[in-house]
């Protein structure tokens, strides 16, 4: 049989990784991705502030798949065809993105598909927003890159004596992903400091979460000192500590050239001036089309309209204050049996950070953000059930793992450097709240956990090099958790 | 609109200088990086898929 797999990121490389190991040498497992290399996303902050350099967050994939008997297609999917044509059965369209022949289609058959596309980066969404226009990103290690050029011209600049506002935040009111806008800022703060020129530069934060340090999942609640305390009080004291202004329940409406015009919840309009601005871009889902067995369109059906793809979830429309943690999906299977999607590329059924309309009726409504972790074990996950499914003919999934019964391991840098950085080290258990076995914190207040300090930047350290060496499957590659 | 605020009542909590010291203190940091390791290995025995049920 023959597995294939859109997306060579952290979901889909370790679903491929998994099935190798777990199938026979006459499966065969295929993964398509645009990019030759891969990439450890998170590192991507420390190449925005130039701590690393894009080599050592990257690394070519076609020589690992080569060794590990996985065939690599460096192209992109267009098309799923779930019931085949008179041609064929099911397949999927690909075009080429290698050098020498980007542009060439190939239908590629399958019996199993993942879909593991991540997000499409939706710069497009406010006006002005992205590398291209008036803004910079990290969201790939080529905009870090270009991004920490940016930011040596402007050190250049504060070391001239010129004060400079650097603006950091999210370029939209739906924009998800906030935790890594978060660690950029704390990382340009700290390199500022490195560099003497702290007290010329102006940090402004710029986020559409209604307060600090809900990132995305309604924030969380800590036991400290005999107190059950918000995660926003945490926040708040970090940037007062650091002395980062900032700006709550924003949606930017454009990007000019150093200038940005947002509105917040309160309904009022104004603009920040910056000489420097990373702003995070909304997610969609990448552009893939869906088509029947007589070639009308599914892609209705198959995809939420984000471009997500529809799961195993409880897609009702209900108001946010109804929503159950089992709307959330447990196996990723779509209503076709052997199509699944994994990580950011599928639909969740409902935000967990409360969405709001400013008075002007301008959502500002964080998406749910779907990390590393949870993006892996969906990995690991589907890739049980399907070797199941082949290997012994089980009719269904036998793995689950939804996010309303998972945790999540996050260490939030807030410094790069291994003698007086620090980072914040934060569990939450579950992902998802679930207010029927916490009613008053939505999460385990044994296993929902933060704290700052050094410990916290060895660890984040140790995480890139144990992940990067599990995704080249170096020896004994699958003893490391995801 | 900037929500920082200079009003001494309702000025967000700022962490006390032994805090602030005790986050880079090696000894103390590498007690910190056992326990979190064991809070982290905590949180991913306990959110590992689960087999489902067979029908
Ligand atoms: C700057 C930044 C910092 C982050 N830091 C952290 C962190 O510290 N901790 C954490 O847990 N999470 C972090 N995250 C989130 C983390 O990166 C994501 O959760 C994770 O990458 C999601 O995995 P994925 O497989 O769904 O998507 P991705 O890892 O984005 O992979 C998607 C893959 O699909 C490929 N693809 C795209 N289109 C197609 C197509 N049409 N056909 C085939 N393939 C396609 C892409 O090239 C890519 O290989 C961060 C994210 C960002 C942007």
């Known amino acids: 049989m023959r597995v294939v797999i859109l997306g060579a990121g952290v979901s889909g490389h370790t679903a491929a990784l998994l099935l190798r190991r777990k199938l026979p040498a006459s499966h065969e497992v295929v993964v398509v991705s645009p990019n030759r290399l891969w990439n450890w996303i998170p590192s991507n902050i420390w190449v925005g502030v130039g701590a690393m350099r894009p080599e050592q967050v990257t690394f070519e994939l076609k020589p690992v798949y080569d060794r590990m008997r996985i065939r690599f297609l460096q192209a992109k999917g267009t098309e799923i065809h779930p019931e085949g044509d008179a041609e064929s059965g099911p397949f999927v369209l690909v075009e080429s993105t290698a050098e020498g022949n980007a542009g060439q289609t190939e239908r590629l058959t399958y019996d199993y598909l993942i879909n593991a596309t991540g997000p499409r980066l939706d710069f497009g969404a406010t006006p002005g927003l992205g590398p291209e226009n008036n803004s910079l990103s990290v969201c790939s290690y080529q905009h870090a890159a270009a991004t920490s050029r940016q930011l040596d011209a402007a050190i250049e600049r504060l070391k001239r004596g010129e004060r400079q506002t650097l603006l950091v935040g999210m370029g939209h009111g739906t924009c998800t992903c906030q935790g890594a806008a978060f660690e950029y800022l704390f990382n340009l703060d700290f390199a500022l400091r490195r560099q003497g020129v702290r007290h010329l530069a102006r940090l402004v934060f710029l986020t559409n979460e209604a307060g600090l340090g809900d990132f995305g999942v309604g924030g969380m609640f800590l036991k400290a000192g005999g107190y059950v305390i918000p995660s926003q009080t945490f926040a708040e004291s970090l940037f007062e500590e650091r002395g980062i202004e900032w700006i709550t329940g924003a949606h930017v409406h454009r990007v000019d050239p150093g200038r940005v015009e947002y509105e917040t919840l309160d309904g009022n309009r104004d603009e920040l001036a910056f000489d420097f601005a990373m702003l995070l871009p909304p997610f969609k889902g990448v552009l893939l089309k869906a088509f029947s067995h007589d070639g009308s369109d599914l892609t209705g059906e198959l995809f939420a309209p984000s471009g997500f793809m529809k799961v195993d979830a409880d897609y009702t429309a209900k108001n946010f204050d109804e929503w159950e943690a089992s709307d959330w999906p447990e196996t990723y299977q779509t209503r076709y049996p052997n199509i699944f999607a994994i990580g950011i590329a599928f639909a969740p059924p409902h935000a967990i950070s409360r969405p709001r309309k400013t008075p002007n009726g301008t959502p500002v409504a964080p998406a749910p953000p779907r990390t590393g972790m949870p993006s892996a074990i969906m990995g690991r996950t589907v890739a049980q059930s399907i070797a199941d499914m082949i290997l012994r003919g089980a009719e269904r999934p036998t793995h689950g793992a939804s996010m309303a019964k998972l945790g999540a391991a996050c260490v939030a840098s807030t410094g790069m450097s291994p003698i007086n950085g620090t980072a914040a080290s934060l569990t939450m258990f579950p992902i998802v709240p679930d207010h029927r076995t916490y009613p008053e914190t939505g999460r385990s207040l044994i296993y929902t956990t933060g704290e700052l300090g050094l410990a916290g930047h060895w660890i984040k350290h140790l995480l890139h090099v144990a992940f990067l060496y599990k995704a080249k499957a170096l020896p004994f590659w699958w003893m490391i958790p995801e | ?55």
Do not use: D, E, G
Not at chain 2, 1 to 6: E, G, L, N, P, V
């Open chain 2, 1 to 55: 609109m900037i929500a920082r605020s200079q009003n001494l009542v309702v000025r967000p909590m700022k962490p006390t200088r032994p805090t602030v010291f005790m986050r880079v203190l090696w000894p103390w940091q590498l007690l910190r990086f056992v326990a979190i390791n064991l809070r982290m290995t905590a949180m991913i025995l306990k959110s590992h898929h689960t087999r489902l049920p067979r029908a």
